[in-house]
Every structure is written in C-alpha cells, then in structure tokens.
C-alpha cells in the first residue's frame, strides 16, 4: 500500500497484518480523490473527518494532497498505533489529530469543539451494516457539515447504506454510487 498522490506521493504505508484491517486500495484511492478533486470543494487547505482510520490511508492521502487537518478516528488500539507509525514514517508533524474511540463518541466530541469538515470519509468493518446508518444519522444531527460538505461511505457492493439521512442539523443526500471490484464508494451531500 502506498500514497497515491502528491507530496508524499509512492511513499510506502503499513497496515495491520491479516484480515484485522481492509484497507481502501490504491486504485479505490485514486478514484476517490480524482472524484473529489473535480468537484466544487477544493482539496486545498480542507478539513478531513476520516472515521474507522484503520492504516490512516485516506487521511494520509489528504494531507499529501493539501489539507490543513485530518481527524483520524481509530477504535482499534493496534491499528491507531500503525497510523502512528506511518505518520511518523512520512515525518508528518501537524495537521492531524488522531483520536482513539469509536466513531459515534469521536463526532460528539468533535461537535462540542465546533469542528466542522469538508469531508468525511467513513469505512467500518463491512459486516457491520447497521453502523453505516448510525454514523450518517449522527452526521445528519450533530452541527459537523459545511454547506458543501461531502460525505464518502465505501461498503460492499451488495449493501446499500440508503438514500439520505435526516436529523435536526443536516438532510444528507445520496448523489453518486461509484462501484470498484467488490467495494462501492456512495457520496453524500448536504440537500
């Protein structure tokens, strides 16, 4: 595995060894980011949610690309200890905080601080359906979103994560499905 584009571009990243971890492909990467570099929000200088981290390969692959900071949620000791590791590999010092805790109490905490991203990009264990609604509906209500915020769920290509989510502080609506192998990548906005 290793960092697609930019300034850390070809350099190596490790990931847990076995199946503890599923980490996005390099081909799934850079169709990610050539999608979101052609869209409204620009790359440069945006804020990053990337939640369910694993190796840390999306939010690294943000900062490569120009982001001013990453939140990188990681659960999973063993894996937020590999983030650790890669971050340090590339020398990156600043624009990032990682964060140890599942996902749900991550966004609350980040809600209380008034953080807001531009993207948010979440990749849970794909066998745990029910966490994808979960963390959609706790984007929807909890103050995170800009007005153009884009919100990247990647799941397997037999499950939907549906359509859009509702709640007091956002409506979150699908507007592209990208599928790639075995893995889909849907693409939520603000409506």
């Known amino acids: 595995m290793r960092v697609v584009a930019g300034q850390y571009r070809r350099r190596q990243l490790r990931t847990l060894a076995g199946q503890k971890l599923r980490p996005t492909s390099d081909r799934l990467r850079e169709t990610l980011f050539n999608v979101l570099s052609a869209g409204a929000v620009p790359m440069e200088n945006s804020v990053w949610f990337d939640l369910f981290a694993g190796s840390g390969a999306i939010g690294i692959e943000a900062l490569s690309r120009g982001a001013a900071m990453v939140y990188l949620v990681e659960s999973h000791r063993a894996a937020a200890t590999v983030i650790k590791q890669n971050l340090a ?31 948010c990009f979440l990749d849970p264990p794909y066998a745990e359906v029910e966490v994808y609604a979960g963390t959609l509906a706790v984007l929807a209500n909890l103050p995170l979103l800009q007005p153009t915020s884009v919100v990247i769920a990647e799941h397997d290509r037999r499950f939907d994560p549906g359509n859009g989510f509702t709640g007091p502080a956002a409506r979150l609506q699908r507007f592209r499905q990208l599928r790639q192998g075995d893995s889909t990548l849907s693409f939520y906005t603000r409506a």
């Open 89 to 119: 590999s590339l020398g990156i010092k600043r624009g990032f905080e990682i964060l140890q805790r599942d996902s749900f109490h991550a966004l609350q905490q980040l809600a209380t601080r008034a953080v807001k991203c531009d993207f």
